[in-house]
């Protein structure tokens, strides 16, 4: 007897498959093709072009990105959103390919909300970055194959046992690193390295002390540095306004910087 | 022997009864819509029996909790691909229940020798505007009874009750009482009166009649000392796309009216 299209299953259990595994049993997610000896020849080229930071201050932690989005030489959008919000304490910030990090965001997304309505719970902050760790890992055969890297930073606030923003980046093959002060992905990120590294260590404050104004400034003069020599990074456009995207994770949840405020910031401080 | 068709159709009944009464303890459930969304309350002792289905979708149910977890997990596997693949704008209840639930449920009744679900589900969909709302109802045969799918005037509220008398009751106080653009503390106390009389029309003593306004007020107050309220809110107006939001129990009790 044929099944209906959407039967249920009468062996389903929520424990067994995670919603990936779900799409992928449904064919709406592709699984990236094994990475092979031939293709671990190819010389691998990163290419992340943009840049996107993460620190944490006084009030949380801030993420921030251009909104350059780039094909070779072209810059083919100057709108981009690479801060994303995924839960209500969580983001993801996205440096690579667009097409896979907005997937793989999309599928972040669904997967902690498919998590909380099943088990009636929230997800741990180890499990989420644990679940981005694996479709990291899960994307490598792509990498390989010189398409669909990506590399990102995720950031989150640990209600639970001792409550806390926590801060990860990741390499473009999974491995998830905690970082206690401040994250920088993307091709103009050696620089944005260079300026955290220094205010932190000797600037008037660190950057975890740092109030929300401070911390946009901080974010903002980085940004510009990174564009100064990057051309995949966007800085901030003077003449058609365009200011990065800023976001915070707090105790309360994610709060979207006004662009105003961004301005703002910058007139005073920046330009 | 079930090849004969009578045979058949006196196995159809005594599975009816059997699964009649062991949904007939069941403690009810009200879902009524108030000015800022709709509102799912009950009372329960010893397990959840309201859940988060999809952004704008809840689920409410009594039954077997083995049977309720299958479908309910089932619900939230086809909302979330759904959801995935489309948008969650494009989750639609009436398509849920018609086109997924409601033939499993009827097939699972039917097929005699094997398991029916034992389970009667009350869900709610959340739309732009209260006009979109929708209520609706699966029980155990795939039977489906909605508010909202058709051109007749709206109640706007759904109860969901172990027998059919608890759900009568509660209805006919609902039609007289419930008022579609109440604040949540007023709603709270309809929908909780609303649950008394459902509970007071089951087991030994069961009312027939709506009771007394002094007689709802005393069986709510004797529940609350031994049970917690449990209640949930899909909100319209929620700053995330997700409308469903848990009531904890101090708020309901502080909503309550002495």
Known sequence: ??????????????????????????????????????????????????????????????????????????????????????????????????????EMARVLEHSFQYFRRTQLQEMSVDGKVRALSKLLRDNFGFVMQGVGVVVPIFATYDGNSKPEARLYFYDAMGAQFEVTDYAATGSGSPAVRGILY???????????????????????????????????????????????????????????LPEEKIAGVFRQKVA | MIEEPYRWVEAIANRREYIETQLAAGSPIAAVGYRDGILFVTLGRVRQKIFEIYDRIAMGAIGHPGDIERLRMAAIELASTEGFTRSAADVSLRRLAHYSLSPVMKSAFEQVYGAPFLARLLFAEIGSSPKEDLFLRIDYDGAIAADGLTGQPRQRFAVLGGTRQSAELMEKFLQKEHVTDAELPDAINVAFDAWSIGRMAIGENASKELPERDAIRKHRDEQLTNAGIEAAVLERGSKSGIRYRTLADEELRSSLQR
């Open chain 1, 1 to 102: 007897m044929d099944k209906p299209p959407l039967a249920l299953d009468p062996n389903f259990s929520g424990a067994s498959e995670d919603f990936p595994a779900i799409l992928r049993r449904k064919s709406l997610l592709q699984s990236a093709p094994e990475p092979t000896a031939a293709a671990g020849n190819r010389t691998f080229i990163p290419t992340e072009s943009t840049t996107i930071l993460a620190f944490k201050f006084a009030g949380g932690v801030l993420v921030a990105g251009d909104r350059r989005a780039t094909a070779g030489n072209t810059v083919v959008y100057d709108r981009a959103d690479k801060v994303l919000e995924i839960d209500r304490h969580s983001i993801m910030a996205i440096a690579g390919v667009p097409a896979t990090a907005w």
């Open chain 1, 198 to 256: 220094y205010e932190n260590n000797w600037g008037d404050k660190k950057l975890q002390e740092l109030n929300e104004d401070e911390a946009i400034a901080i974010a903002l003069r980085s940004l510009d540095t990174a564009a100064e020599a990057d051309t995949s990074t966007g800085g901030v456009d003077r003449s058609g306004k365009i200011f990065p995207l800023i976001k915070t994770v707090s105790r309360d949840g994610i709060t979207t």
